[in-house]
């Protein structure tokens, strides 16, 4: 009886080791996923600030990421932000870009017109249908309207 005891915690220990190998291996998927911005227009109404940013996002996984919606995430100002649409398919080893806009209070631009980076959430779907959720942190291009 003992030797069915060990015998089947071994078959789950190593089912659960198969489990968490696939789950990783898709991650690793979505970990290639990096990119920078560039500020093309700002515009002031009122209280509020509208950007207009162009996205481009690299690909150095091994398959297609087909990202479905966007969120820029600043979470000790900003937490959650709004998300957006976004119908972008990156191949693997390539890059894509997108044109965003938004809008937020005109102080919380300043202080985010001061970083370096901007936090972008990615809501991807892999092969296969299954959907996950990646922060990215872009990198500012140099030479953008950022006043």
Request: net charge positive.
């Amino acid at each position: 009886m003992n030797f069915r005891v060990s015998r089947f915690s071994n078959l789950v220990t190593l089912a659960g080791l198969f489990v968490l190998t696939i789950g990783f291996a898709y991650a690793s998927d979505v970990s290639h996923l990096s990119g920078s911005y560039q500020v093309l227009h700002k515009t002031d109404v009122g209280s509020q600030t509208r950007v207009r940013l162009q996205l481009h996002l690299s690909n150095r996984g091994q398959r297609d990421l087909q990202i479905q919606r966007i969120t820029f995430w600043d979470p000790p100002h900003h937490p959650g932000g709004k998300p957006q649409l976004c119908s972008l398919l990156v191949h693997p080893g390539s890059s894509a870009s997108t044109t965003q806009e938004l809008t937020m209070p005109r102080s919380e631009y300043r202080f985010w017109n001061s970083a370096k980076r901007l936090n972008l959430l990615v809501a991807v779907e892999r092969p296969g249908g299954r959907k996950s959720t990646e922060l990215v942190r872009l990198d500012r291009i140099a030479g953008g309207k950022a006043n």
